[in-house]
């Protein structure tokens, strides 16, 4: 993985690369078309006040949430208005025929979905993650949160010759149906610090992108991840003989990123 700090991208130089910087000026600097899928994890938007933090039930342990400085908007306004911004590059970057992923909570996909669907883009499906190993419901006032849901689409209605590998849709549920079940990331694979905190609060899950990346492009595509946290996307995307092309802010993500690849890629299975 080549980590850049240029201008200007084409060709080559877009396989397997992240990019430390803004997605929205990072995707402006990129030629018109070149994506076969593109995936967004983006910052949920939680709202969580900087006073008040998370308890479990029992009130006496303090819950690790998203309280990040990526995560915090100042209304809903400046919140869509990011999205927006994104899209409108993404839309441009997609080939005519690429579908595009966008994995959100209760707070923010709903948002997502009806920008997309007022831009134009052409929604396939909305995949249901079904979380195994949900975080516990910590006061017990609403329902357990087990769920995320992934938009599936293609940028307009005129798309049709977008890649669906059922054969592989089949081996995640019946008929190929829409709701995958995966554990949260845990154990190994969940990347922590020398203290043992989590490098990341919202990584997702190996298994989770390998049915993205498996069910929706072929050997070889080139995949966007333009907020990339540690790197799951080009992490999976690499195993899997695809090429990726991963923006990503915060510097401490990126370094991350880096010792995750060097890790892996060294004494791999997959290489
Ligand atoms: C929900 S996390 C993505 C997690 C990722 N899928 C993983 O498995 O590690 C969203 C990420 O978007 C990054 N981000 C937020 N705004 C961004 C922007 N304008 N440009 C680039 N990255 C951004 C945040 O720093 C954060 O790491």
Known sequence: MKVFEQEYFSGEELFDV???GDCIQIMDRLPNEIFDMVFIDPPYYLQLPASRKLRRWDVRTEVNGVGEEWDKFESFEEYDSFVV????????????????WVIGTY?????WGKIMQDMGFWILNDVIWLKTNPMPNWLGVRFTNATETLIWAVKDKGSKKYTFNKEYARQFGKIYENVWRIPI????ERLRDEKGNKVHPTQKPVELLKRVILTSTREGDLILDPMAGVGTTGFVAKMLNRRFF??????????WTKIRFEKFFKNSLFV
Request: proline content about 3%.
């Open 107 to 111: 707070h923010n996909i709903h948002r």
């Open 185 to 188: 990331c845990s154990g190994e």
């Open 246 to 255: 991963m923006v990503e802010k915060e510097k401490i993500y990126v370094e």
């Open 85 to 100: 911004k994104v899209l409108e590059r993404v839309q441009r970057l997609m080939k005519p025929n690429a579908t595009l």
């Open 18 to 20: 992240l990019v430390e």
